[in-house]
T-cell receptor, first 114, second 111 residues
Framework: NAGVTQTPKFRVLKTGQSMTLLCAQDMNHEYMYWYRQDPGMGLRLIHYSVGEGTTAKGEVPDGYNVSRLKKQNFLLGLESAAPSQTSVYFC?????????????FGPGTRLTVL | SQQGEEDPQALSIQEGENATMNCSYKTSINNLQWYRQNSGRGLVHLILIRSNEREKHSGRLRVTLDTSKKSSSLLITASRAADTASYFCATDESGYSTLTFGKGTMLLVSP
C-alpha cells in the first residue's frame, strides 16, 4: 500500500517549457487535490477533483491545467512554465470531502523554472 | 486568501517541555484540522476538531477550539526531538468543501 505517490520528485524547466506532474493513489479515494507550497505562504490549492472525470479550480489555478481520467490518477500540467511557478507541489487525496476527512499527502515535487 | 494564521511563526524549546501553537481564522467554520510537516516531506494529518467540540486529545496532543474567538490551539506535551517540524492549521469556510491552510509554526525541539 503505497498511499499517495508523485512523479517526478525534482524537475528543472526553462521558461516556456511544458511538463506534467503525476499523482497516483491506491486508497480508492474519490477526492484529489493539487497544492503548491512557497516559502512563507503555506499551502495554496491549485485545482481539485471530486471524482473521476471532474475537476474544479482552487485558489491559484492560473497557468495550470488538470485531468482526472482515472480515479487513481490526478495530473497537473504546466503548458508554458514561468519562474513564478517555481515551487514545491503536493498532491493529496481523501475519501470524503477535505473539510470533513483526513487528507493524505504525497512526498512532493520540487520544481524550478529558470 | 489565507483563512488560518498560526502564531508564533517559530518556536524553540527543550525536550520535555510543552509546546503551544495557536491558530486564528476569519470566518465561520465546520471543522478545523492540524497537520505536521517534517522538513522536505508531505503533510501528515494530526487531528480534526468539529465546530461543536471544544477540546480533543490524541496521545500527547491536545487541541482546543474557541469558535467565539475564532481561534484554536495545539498543545504538544513532553516534547521530543522527533516533534521538530512545521505545524499547520487548516480550516473549511462554511459552505466550501476544500481546506485553507495557514502559513505554519516551525517548532524546533532541542535534545
Amino acid at each position: 500500500n503505497a498511499g499517495v505517490t508523485q512523479t517526478p520528485k525534482f524537475r528543472v524547466l526553462k521558461t516556456g517549457q511544458s511538463m506534467t506532474l503525476l499523482c497516483a493513489q491506491d486508497m480508492n479515494h474519490e477526492y484529489m487535490y493539487w497544492y503548491r507550497q512557497d516559502p512563507g505562504m503555506g499551502l495554496r490549492l491549485i485545482h481539485y477533483s471530486v471524482g473521476e472525470g471532474t475537476t474544479a479550480k482552487g485558489e491559484v489555478p492560473d497557468g495550470y491545467n488538470v485531468s482526472r481520467l482515472k480515479k487513481q490518477n490526478f495530473l497537473l500540467g504546466l503548458e508554458s512554465a514561468a519562474p513564478s511557478q517555481t515551487s514545491v507541489y503536493f498532491c493529496a487525496s481523501s475519501y470524503l470531502l477535505a473539510s470533513t476527512d483526513t487528507q493524505y499527502f504525497g512526498p512532493g515535487t520540487r520544481l524550478t523554472v529558470l | 486568501s489565507q483563512q488560518g494564521e498560526e502564531d508564533p511563526q517559530a518556536l524553540s524549546i527543550q525536550e520535555g517541555e510543552n509546546a503551544t501553537m495557536n491558530c486564528s481564522y476569519k470566518t465561520s467554520i465546520n471543522n478545523l484540522q492540524w497537520y505536521r510537516q517534517n522538513s522536505g516531506r508531505g503533510l501528515v494529518h494530526l487531528i480534526l476538531i468539529r465546530s461543536n467540540e471544544r477540546e480533543k486529545h490524541s496521545g500527547r496532543l491536545r487541541v482546543t477550539l474557541d469558535t467565539s474567538k475564532k481561534s484554536s490551539s495545539l498543545l504538544i506535551t513532553a516534547s521530543r526531538a522527533a516533534d521538530t517540524a512545521s505545524y499547520f492549521c487548516a480550516t473549511d469556510e462554511s459552505g466550501y468543501s476544500t481546506l485553507t491552510f495557514g502559513k505554519g509554526t516551525m517548532l524546533l525541539v532541542s535534545p
